[in-house]
Each structure stands twice: as structure tokens, then as C-alpha cells.
């Protein structure tokens, strides 16, 4: 049976997963709101470096506050911290978009954004499109050892 924590992102956050690491806890996820906590990646990396089994994930990201190919690379470097242990939790972004006062993101948006980071994880050429320019997209040397895109969850 699996077992998860959720907590806020901070620094500190990294105490509180490594513990849970330590009493059978299988997964962590972190809060991704950009106004109210701290910035989620970095929070989740330093949990990577402090556990080797924990799965860490998003709870969750959004589609509005990183273009997409920023997301995929967030996770494909975390990956090279936690191999086979990183997963996206992803919304609309209803608190981190309110705390804008922006609207949540719309759910064709996040069938988007989650497509794009699919496809780059699976080393594919993509569509991907900021107004009115397409363009097809790819990791550019996805075998330099800066991201991982071989161990996935």
C-alpha cells in the first residue's frame, strides 16, 4: 500500500520529506503557488538530494505559471536528482492563478501543456505554440547528462 504527505514548499520542506521517507511513506508532493510559498523545484531538489526512495511530486503545477517546455525541463533535471522518482502533479492552478488575480487556467490549455511535456520526455519533436507562432520543438542534447529522460515513474 502507498502512503504520501503533502506539504507546503519551503526549504525546510526537505526535514519533513526525508522523515516521512524514513517511516514508510512512498510519496511526497509539494504546493506549486508562486505567491504564497517558495518557488516548488528548487524546494523538491533539495528533497531529492536528502532521500533515494520517496517518490516527489507537484501538487500541483499548472499550466499558466511556466510555458510548458520550462516544465518538462523542471522535471527532466529533477529527474537526474531522483531517477525514476519525480511526477507531475498538474491543475488549472486555481490558488496560484487567484492569488494573481488572474483566472484559473483552462482545461483545453492543460491537455496542452501535459501533451507538450509527454512528448518531450519521450524525446519527441512537438508542436508547440506562443500566439501565433508554431513551431516544432525538441530537447536539443537530451544525452548530455543535464536532464534525465530514461528513468521514469
Avoid at 504546493?31 to 517518490?55: E, F, G, H, P, R
Avoid at 519533436?125 to 525538441?138: K, M, S, W
Amino acid at each position: 500500500m502507498d502512503f504520501g504527505i503533502i506539504g507546503l514548499a519551503t526549504v525546510e520542506s526537505r526535514k519533513d520529506v526525508a522523515f516521512a521517507e524514513r517511516s514508510g511513506f512512498t510519496h511526497a508532493w509539494l504546493a506549486d503557488s508562486q505567491m504564497v510559498w517558495a518557488d516548488v523545484y528548487q524546494c523538491l531538489a533539495l528533497c531529492a538530494n536528502d532521500t533515494s526512495k520517496i517518490k516527489l511530486g507537484t501538487n500541483v503545477t499548472n499550466p499558466s505559471s511556466r510555458i510548458a517546455p520550462v516544465t518538462a525541463c523542471n522535471f527532466a533535471t529533477l529527474n537526474v536528482l531522483a531517477p525514476g522518482r519525480v511526477i507531475m502533479g498538474i491543475g488549472t492552478g486555481n490558488t496560484s492563478r487567484r492569488t494573481l488575480g488572474m483566472p484559473a487556467a483552462k482545461m483545453a490549455d492543460l491537455r496542452i501543456h501535459v501533451e507538450v511535456c509527454r512528448g518531450l520526455w519521450k524525446r519527441e519533436t512537438v508542436h508547440y505554440q506562443e500566439g501565433d507562432r508554431h513551431r516544432q520543438i525538441r530537447f536539443l542534447d537530451p544525452d548530455a547528462g543535464l536532464i534525465n529522460l530514461r528513468d521514469s515513474t
